[in-house]
């Protein structure tokens, strides 16, 4: 067997929408407010969330970048973030001229500690970008009550969660403002592609602004802007996608499932899902109590694609090290992202697997002689 650990579930549906596009020979449009298809996608996610304003932009790192400056904050303000997180969190906020400010995450759903974020937080504090993290919905109503009383924003990285509901609400649109990723791995996908979303009038006007050089709609430069456009392409096949997102999930739970009874590995700590949320299933992430290493290597010598999301975490890439160019904490504590470089493993559960499949994932795990 050869089992990746991600496939997009990808058919003619979308085949045929980019064939409609390319015979269109319209690819993208530097209209304000996008091209057909960019605003297709934008009202569907609009519809699917619940929110006000949908902008879609090139990628998710970009979603993140532009959501930032689009809050205004001055150079060198904090933003709070977590070390545990793919390295474009940290990217989006640096390149922002923004201090960032490493929080600890919490040993069950490996999103932010609220405790470390209350220790945390001072009068430079002006951000917090909370990661759902796997697609398992940050405690989203302890963070409100910290910012609310803080006036400290909100910018969800949701990257991973789309589809994930903390109380019957869609991850991404409980804070000021929230980013998701279509990238190929993601849980649905354009190939690349990032949509912010907002119920603020102002910033998603500014969103629309940062994506297309900063025109306005009379053809006129009034902010610092980037190339961030959609193209028509990505659009469409983000749009047929979004169709199929809630059997995709289904499907992921279902595997999850599966995996959840058919491991039975006593060194194994399995995932599950909060009683009060939803979780997406993006990845499914066990923590291996000892020899974390070896059981990858076991996996890779059965063909089976598995992966360590994160190790290291951030504060341990050599770039971290550069601290006065990055303007970066001296000195970090985070025992429990460095508790989980070391002990996290994500298994394959993605849609396109088959039963025998994954009863061969849980075979592997379940044999390996520790």
Not at 100 to 124: G, H, Q
Not at 238 to 251: D, M, N, S, T, V
Not at 274 to 281: S, T
Request: net charge positive.
């Amino acid at each position: 067997m050869d089992i990746k650990l991600h496939k997009p579930s990808i058919d003619n549906e979308e085949i045929k929408e980019v064939n409609r596009v390319l015979k269109s020979g319209i690819l993208t449009s530097s209209n304000f407010d996008g091209g057909e298809r960019v605003k297709k996608l934008e009202n569907s996610i609009k519809k699917y969330v619940g929110i006000k304003h949908a902008i879609a932009l090139n990628s998710g790192t970009s979603s993140l970048y532009s959501a930032l400056l689009s809050l205004d904050l001055k150079k060198h303000d904090e933003v709070m973030l977590p070390s545990f997180t793919f390295i474009s969190t940290w990217e989006a906020v640096v390149n922002s001229g923004l201090k960032p400010i490493l929080i600890d995450i919490n040993r069950t759903d490996y999103t932010v500690d609220i405790s470390d974020i209350k220790n945390k937080i001072n009068s430079r504090t002006k951000a917090i970008i909370p990661v759902h993290l796997y697609g398992n919905p940050v405690n989203m109503n302890e963070l409100l009550e910290i910012t609310d009383k803080n006036n400290i924003q909100i910018i969800e990285d949701a990257s991973q969660s789309l589809g994930s509901r903390y109380n019957n609400k869609h991850t991404g649109t409980l804070g000021n403002i929230g980013i998701f990723s279509f990238s190929a791995t993601k849980i649905i996908t354009s190939g690349e592609g990032g949509i912010v979303v907002t119920n603020d009038n102002e910033l998603a006007n500014k969103i629309k602004l940062i994506r297309n050089h900063g025109f306005d709609k009379k053809n006129n430069v009034i902010i610092k802007g980037a190339n961030y456009k959609m193209p028509e392409i990505e659009a469409a096949i983000g749009f047929i996608q979004l169709k199929k997102i809630e059997k995709l999930i289904q499907i992921r739970k279902k595997n999850a499932d599966i995996l959840n009874k058919l491991i039975n590995n006593k060194n194994i700590v399995k995932p599950h899902e909060g009683k009060e949320n939803r979780n997406n299933w993006y990845l499914y992430t066990i923590n291996v109590k000892i020899k974390r290493d070896y059981l990858l290597e076991q996996l890779k010598k059965s063909e089976i694609e598995a992966r360590v999301y994160y190790n290291p975490p951030i504060h341990k890439y050599s770039i971290y090290k550069n601290k006065s160019q990055y303007n970066v904490e001296s000195k970090v504590n985070l025992p429990n992202t460095e508790w989980a470089s070391e002990h996290v493993l994500t298994l394959p559960i993605h849609p396109e697997l088959k039963y025998e499949e994954l009863e061969y994932i849980a075979n592997i795990v379940n044999s390996c002689d520790y």
